[in-house]
């Protein structure tokens, strides 16, 4: 594994509960000290504190390995890892975007994933560092937001 400190992972309004249990063992494997889920992200427990199974199915336990926490506004999360050192990588579409095997890690990262059609809204992607993006060659204009994750944190920080 590369030599980088802290490596976390914002997942901020993702639908999809398989989405996020996928994240969360692609997260594991990757070696993420944490996931933040923000906006309307399910979280691993539901709102009367007991395990959500839908989302248990696809993380396979990864959800009981790697600490996450909920925050429900972005932004302010977003401020208070700047001023920890973390430097913000979204992941995204955007004619401000660069090639994502072009972008250098720092001790300290924070990679946001977006909700699956709509993306990182652009208040969001002001407040980033850099904004990265994976090359598409084919018709489709994008990737599952779960296999865009694997993309990103695998080729930054595992391989």
């Given at each position: 594994?590369?030599?980088?400190?802290?490596?976390?992972?914002?997942?901020?309004?993702?639908?999809?509960?398989?989405?996020?249990?996928?994240?969360?063992?692609?997260?594991?494997?990757?070696?993420?000290?944490?996931?933040?889920?923000?906006?309307?992200?399910?979280?691993?427990?539901?709102?009367?504190?007991?395990?959500?199974?839908?989302?248990?199915?696809?993380?396979?336990?990864?959800?009981?390995?790697?600490?996450?926490?909920?925050?429900?506004?972005?932004?302010?999360?977003?401020?208070?890892?700047?001023?920890?050192?973390?430097?913000?990588?979204?992941?995204?579409?955007?004619?401000?975007?660069?090639?994502?095997?072009?972008?250098?890690?720092?001790?300290?990262?924070?990679?946001?994933?977006?909700?699956?059609?709509?993306?990182?809204?652009?208040?969001?992607l002001k407040k980033c560092d850099i904004i990265a993006e994976?090359?598409?060659?084919?018709?489709?204009?994008?990737?599952?937001?779960?296999?865009?994750?694997?993309?990103?944190?695998?080729?930054?920080?595992?391989?």
């Open positions: 594994m590369k030599n980088i400190k802290e490596n976390i992972l914002i997942l901020h309004d993702i639908r999809s509960v398989t989405n996020v249990g996928a994240m969360f063992r692609t997260a594991d494997a990757a070696g993420i000290a944490k996931i933040y889920l923000t906006g309307y992200t399910p979280t691993p427990l539901d709102r009367f504190g007991k395990i959500r199974r839908d989302l248990a199915k696809s993380a396979l336990g990864a959800e009981e390995f790697v600490p996450w926490e909920f925050k429900k506004n972005v932004l302010s999360l977003i401020i208070n890892l700047k001023t920890s050192g973390f430097q913000i990588i979204a992941v995204e579409q955007d004619t401000k975007a660069v090639d994502y095997k072009k972008i250098k890690l720092r001790e300290k990262n924070a990679f946001i994933m977006g909700a699956e059609v709509e993306g990182i809204p652009k208040n969001i994976i090359p598409m060659r084919g018709k489709k204009e994008s990737l599952n937001v779960s296999v865009a994750c694997g993309i990103i944190l695998f080729q930054k920080i595992v391989i």
